[in-house]
């Protein structure tokens, strides 16, 4: 039996879901369901993971992973592959793990001056009474690498071609093997290279296995590829004698492939995390566990700004809807870590407000804690290059959700009288950029101009469709999630949001963020009213609307005696109208608005 794990990011600890039952399995219960399967009569068990175990969340990354190993070594484990995010807190440390780890760390691509850095495979022989029970297992990494961690992570390392690496591997295991009488006939690969459409096909774990299923190296033999990066569920089968398995991610899953000596091909299942609600965690491991947590708990309480000027809002119906200071300020954090920290200037920031998580409370510290949990998912930073017109869908894409309506069924309106949409947590938070859109307007056509800001004169320059732009977001927007399929594709990988924030928090002014709802970077107007300033406003399909001029805006109120509002306020350029139906009492202007109040 195969025990497999991929993707953990660093999710060390049990996560509960609203429904009270387990949604991320952690350490301790994750060495407990390998220990009863080692504990099972009649049959051997093999545990592995495919990479990416100790980057995420900001628990783990506390130690750069370390604490993780020695977690890992704790349950035992048998191989594990080289992920891309191993390398994400420096060449140095990813040598490191190899030392940590009591297991092979294996990558049989990744070569550093012509020699592999990592060991390309092991042979693994739980029974050495037994012979031909022995299990190979070899590891390849995604050559994605080069450009999904900082470059800087990986200078002096190439990535070769997983398919002709994983074949020379089996070659030169075969070509000793014989030598020594030995007829190996299971090969496990450890693939750290996921089935995502913005990868090439032929650095895919679907298409090694595929190629493996026709290789004449491996006719009569059972393979099993154990695949990660993609973070996506797969299981299927190729050829006669290759079995794919992939678990997803964050200890969600728990992956097992069941290997019978008359079959070459594997049964794959998952084991969900909501399954092992009611195991017990291993005492050991909950140990480390609990110490690593009361540590990093501690670490927690150190301030990063003694007193917060401002509340940041960040609650769900704010976040989700509309523009917010807290978006504001996360937002500018990317833009301002895309400055200097990728090798091209970043032209646009945004975060999506699912990620947002809570608010920071005005005239109270700002702790690292606070910071977690405002960014508790453990994203890390990436740019990607878009086009003129990939930020334009962006931006609708952001702005399509349907309108709030009230239990009467009326469309609620904000506080400048225009619609608002319903919570999204794919709603976009921007910095060197603005929006400029109008919620009466369909789904898909509502932005009606965006505007970027030069990096030479300060000045915010019209959107152009066809020029290339450099966009900072995090990990998950930049691989297409949330429905943003606009997005993808090669991208340059940063540091942890969380870091970026806590970083731009030090030496932000935070009192020019007062405004909860400023309305000045995603702008909502009403497009029949509102006036533009010297240059034609861009709408969804790239024409120009009519030239309007701000200055020439009247502002009407409808009242009653009372002071009730009887209709939306208007922006016109034109003398205000009365309302239809009403007998006007009286009417004034004072500061440039106009009130008319019926009877």
């Not at 399954?275 to 670490?299: C, G, H, I, M, R």
């Not at 540091?495 to 932000?508: H, R």
């Amino acid at each position: 039996v195969l025990v497999h794990t991929n993707d953990v990011h660093g999710r060390i600890v049990e996560e509960k879901g609203r429904d009270k039952t387990t949604s991320v399995v952690g350490d301790a219960k994750l060495a407990t369901v390998i220990e009863n399967e080692r504990a099972k009569k009649d049959q051997t068990t093999v545990v592995v993971d495919a990479g990416d175990a100790f980057q995420g969340l900001p628990i783990s990354n506390s130690t750069k992973g370390e604490a993780r190993a020695e977690i890992l070594n704790k349950m035992n484990y048998d191989a594990m592959a080289v992920g891309n995010h191993e390398f994400d807190f420096g060449l140095d440390e990813a040598k490191k793990y190899k030392q940590i780890l009591k297991f092979p760390l294996l990558s049989s691509n990744t070569y550093v001056n012509g020699a592999r850095l990592f060991e390309a495979s092991t042979i693994i022989d739980k029974d050495k009474s037994v012979k031909g029970d022995e299990v190979v297992v070899i590891g390849v990494t995604t050559p994605e690498t080069a450009t999904k961690t900082h470059p800087k992570n990986v200078q002096g390392v190439t990535f070769k071609d997983p398919i002709p690496e994983v074949l020379n591997v089996v070659k030169e295991i075969q070509a000793k093997a014989k030598a020594t009488g030995d007829d190996y006939k299971t090969y496990v690969i450890l693939a750290h290279l996921g089935v995502d459409t913005t990868t090439p096909n032929e650095w895919r774990g679907s298409t090694l296995a595929d190629e493996l299923s026709k290789s004449p190296l491996l006719k009569g033999k059972r393979v099993v590829v154990i695949d990660g990066h993609s973070h996506t569920v797969e299981s299927k089968t190729y050829g006669d004698n290759v079995t794919y398995n992939q678990t997803g991610s964050y200890l969600n899953n728990i992956g097992k492939v069941t290997l019978k000596p008359n079959s070459l091909l594997g049964t794959p299942s998952l084991i969900k995390a909501s399954e092992t609600t009611n195991v017990t965690p291993n005492a050991e491991v909950k140990k480390l566990v609990d110490q690593l947590k009361a540590k990093y708990d501690a670490e927690n309480a150190v301030v990063v700004v003694k007193n917060s000027p401002v509340e940041l809002s960040g609650t769900r119906e704010n976040v989700r809807v509309r523009e917010t200071n807290l978006g504001n300020v996360v937002a500018d954090s990317l833009y301002e870590y895309g400055q200097t920290g990728f090798q091209n200037k970043t032209d646009i920031a945004v975060t999506n407000g699912g990620g947002l998580r809570e608010t920071i409370a005005k005239d109270k510290p700002i702790t690292k804690g606070s910071v977690i949990a405002v960014l508790p998912f453990g994203n890390t930073i990436s740019q990607i290059k878009v086009t003129g017109q990939n930020v334009l869908d962006m931006f609708e894409k952001s702005l399509g959700s349907i309108l709030q309506v009230d239990k009467a069924g009326k469309t609620v309106l904000d506080e400048n009288g225009q619609p608002l949409l319903e919570p999204s947590g794919g709603f976009l938070h921007v910095s060197g950029a603005k929006v400029y859109y109008d919620t009466n307007l369909p789904s898909g056509k509502r932005v009606l101009r965006v505007e970027v800001k030069n990096h030479d004169t300060g000045a915010y320059d019209k959107l152009d469709l066809n020029k290339t732009y450099y966009l900072t977001t995090n990990d998950f927007l930049a691989a297409g999630g949330d429905g943003y399929t606009m997005l993808g594709g090669a991208r340059e990988e940063g540091p942890s949001m969380d870091e970026a924030f806590k970083n731009y928090l030090e030496k932000a002014d935070l009192t020019k963020y007062a405004v909860v709802n400023p309305n000045s970077r995603t702008i909502s107007v009403d497009s029949k009213t509102y006036k533009f300033d010297a240059e034609k406003p861009q709408t969804s399909n790239g024409q120009d609307a009519p030239v309007l001029v701000k200055e020439e805006l009247v502002v009407t109120r409808h009242i009653d005696a009372a002071g009730n509002e009887l209709a939306p306020v208007e922006l016109g350029e034109k003398t205000p109208k009365v309302l239809k139906g009403y007998n006007t009492v009286s009417t004034s202007k004072k500061d440039g608005i106009t009130t008319h109040v019926y009877g």
